[in-house]
């Protein structure tokens, strides 16, 4: 069974950095592409980024690019999202998930940017 349990979400001031982390568990992790997506208060999911198996190949959503940065590390089945210059718009809750449309993710980790 898939599990996934994401941490490190926060209350920052805008401009600040937090990073979230997703511990992986009931699959063959290393086999893998890993995504993170968040969803805004009252909006859908929205792809933020996504990490080939074997780390070489990342993807950025516009609004995340040159401000987060996606990692993985296969040896401990983890996951990590790099949030950095945040905005009030990054406001919401984050998730990691196996496949691309989020069907399968974690609990999520609130993240809220406010001054």
């Not at 210059?85 to 940017?113: F, N």
Request: charged letters at 15%; glycine letters at 12%; aromatic letters at 10%.
């Amino acid at each position: 069974e898939v599990h996934l349990v994401e941490s490190g979400g926060g209350l920052v001031q805008p401009g600040m950095s937090l990073r979230l982390s997703c511990a992986a568990s009931g699959f063959a992790f290393n086999s893998y592409y890993m995504y993170w997506v968040r969803q805004a208060p009252g909006k859908g999911l929205e792809r933020v980024s996504h990490i080939n198996p074997h780390g070489e190949i990342t993807w950025y959503a516009d609004f995340a690019k040159g401000r987060f940065t996606i990692s993985r590390d296969n040896h401990k089945n983890t996951v990590a999202l790099q949030l950095s210059s945040l905005k009030t718009d990054d406001t919401g809750m984050y998730y990691c998930a196996i496949d691309e449309a989020g069907t399968q993710r974690g609990q999520g980790t609130q993240v809220t940017v406010s001054s």
